[in-house]
């Protein structure tokens, strides 16, 4: 049987939804992510922030054609917690009837 956990820093809505994004990729351009879930780059930065707090995500800064850009990817660290978010999340849609 596998330990798994519930998250509270994952399981915030936008943290869930970037998670949900990142883990099946590698790197995503930060405009991507914004367009995506429809946020301001202030709140995506604030939530990629907590995240990248908890080790679960980092950034990589660069410049293509002149322009700075940033590209976010999920960790080890990320991936493996997040996978456990979505398994004890599994077993409490399992508990309802």
């Given at each position: 049987m596998s330990n798994t956990s519930f998250d509270e820093l994952i399981h915030a809505p936008i943290r869930?939804?970037?998670c949900s994004?990142?883990?099946p990729t590698g790197a995503?351009?930060?405009?991507?992510?914004?367009?995506?879930?429809?946020v301001s780059d202030s709140v995506l930065s604030k939530h990629l922030k907590h995240l990248e707090n908890a080790g679960y995500v980092k950034?990589?800064?660069g410049s293509a054609n002149g322009r700075k850009r940033s590209w976010v990817y999920m960790?080890?660290?990320?991936r493996?917690?997040?996978k456990s978010h979505i398994e004890e999340l599994m077993k409490l849609i399992a508990g309802v009837d």
């Amino acid at each position: 049987m596998s330990n798994t956990s519930f998250d509270e820093l994952i399981h915030a809505p936008i943290r869930l939804k970037i998670c949900s994004f990142l883990s099946p990729t590698g790197a995503v351009e930060f405009p991507v992510i914004r367009d995506m879930l429809q946020v301001s780059d202030s709140v995506l930065s604030k939530h990629l922030k907590h995240l990248e707090n908890a080790g679960y995500v980092k950034q990589r800064k660069g410049s293509a054609n002149g322009r700075k850009r940033s590209w976010v990817y999920m960790t080890t660290t990320g991936r493996k917690a997040f996978k456990s978010h979505i398994e004890e999340l599994m077993k409490l849609i399992a508990g309802v009837d």
